[in-house]
């Protein structure tokens, strides 16, 4: 089993990541939460490099309550060195239990090293349980800053941050296959998709948008087609895709445009060129009711005080 410790800032979407994640990978016979821990029962290959929206994963050793954690310890085998680290969850943990814990394993021959420990023996502590683990994964928060959209050649403003790109991309429930972003703006779906190794196509009604999209793919060397298209009428043939991620342009509701068509009309394209029992995302800001697919998760994140993204992770059945 797997404990994940779930980013603070959205764990409804972190949530649904790990858990498309583990449908992608293998097969999720069963989780849980508490607070912001997910464990998961999972059977498959590993993902750790996929996820974007949790901060660790360890393998769970136990569940237990505080007062039964030095004994939980006294069961744990390490060999050559170790660290033990203890977080609070939501709640101050006492300063001293990663000592008295570490003391436990010292004694069975281990040595102490906090650097570049062999194991590390990690702790999370809730209000209702303590989880004990070795630490798997970490996640490498300055790889979202390396990929600023802002240093890229092309910029929008309205861009996707990489995170934010990662998970949804990864709402998918794609491994391995061909991700389509029908309105691809500056390309932040594609670029982290490009990265994960999928086969990236992008389209954008504009012209030069389109060819500033091709650009931050090229400055990325990732290899990718960006076509320009309506996402209305597109070029694709039917069952086309694996998954599908696309974030519509910001209108008001009210505002009668040109584009009022669109999400009727590009919600059947979508489903069109998307392939039987697999995942279309969509961000938009307007809150939809009827969808021409069946809605898997309805997520939604604030921006600031006039924007909040509508997340709809979408199945073709
Ligand atoms: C919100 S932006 C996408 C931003 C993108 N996710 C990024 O991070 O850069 C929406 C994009 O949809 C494109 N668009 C608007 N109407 C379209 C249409 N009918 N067909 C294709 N693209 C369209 C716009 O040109 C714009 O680039």
Redesign the pocket.
């Known amino acids: 089993m797997i404990s994940f410790l779930l980013s603070g800032d959205n764990p409804e979407i972190a949530i649904a990541e790990i858990l498309s994640l583990a449908e992608a990978y293998g097969r999720l016979k069963g989780y849980w939460t508490d607070e912001r821990i997910l464990t998961i029962d999972f059977e498959g290959e590993e993902f750790f490099h996929r996820v974007a929206f949790s901060h660790e994963a360890i393998e769970l050793h136990r569940i237990c309550k505080t007062s039964e954690l030095e004994n939980v310890f006294s069961d744990i085998k390490v060999n050559g060195s170790f660290c033990v680290r203890v977080s609070g969850i939501g709640l101050k943990s006492d300063s001293n239990l990663e000592k008295r814990l570490g003391a436990i394993l010292l004694k069975k021959g281990g040595h102490v090293d906090l650097q570049n420990p062999d194991t590390l023996v990690r702790v999370y502590l809730t209000k209702k349980n303590c989880y004990v683990g070795f630490l798997k994964f970490k996640q490498d928060k300055k790889q979202f800053l390396q990929r600023r959209?802002d240093k890229r050649p092309f910029f929008?403003p309205?861009?996707?941050l990489p995170k934010l790109?990662k998970a949804l991309v990864n709402l998918t429930s794609v491994k391995n296959g061909k991700i389509l972003?029908?309105?691809?703006?500056?390309?932040?779906?594609l670029i982290e998709a490009g990265l994960m190794g999928l086969e990236i196509y992008g389209?954008?009604?504009?012209e030069d948008?389109a060819k500033g999209?091709k650009e931050n793919l090229n400055f990325m060397k990732l290899n990718g087609e960006v076509l320009r298209?309506?996402?209305?009428d597109m070029p694709f043939k039917d069952n086309s895709f694996d998954g599908i991620v696309?974030?519509?342009?910001?209108f008001r509701a009210t505002r009668k445009s040109r584009?009022e068509d669109?999400y009727e009309r590009?919600l059947l394209e979508i489903k069109r060129v998307l392939k039987k029992g697999c995942r279309a995302v969509i961000?938009t800001n307007i809150e939809l009711k009827d969808f021409p697919m069946e809605v898997v998760y309805r997520l939604s994140q604030r921006v600031h005080g006039s924007l909040t993204r509508r997340i709809y992770v979408l199945r073709k059945t």
């Open positions: 959209p929008m309205v861009v996707i790109a972003d029908p309105m691809c703006g500056t390309g932040s779906f389209m954008d009604y504009y948008i999209c298209g309506d996402v209305r696309t974030d519509y342009p910001y584009n669109l590009s961000v």
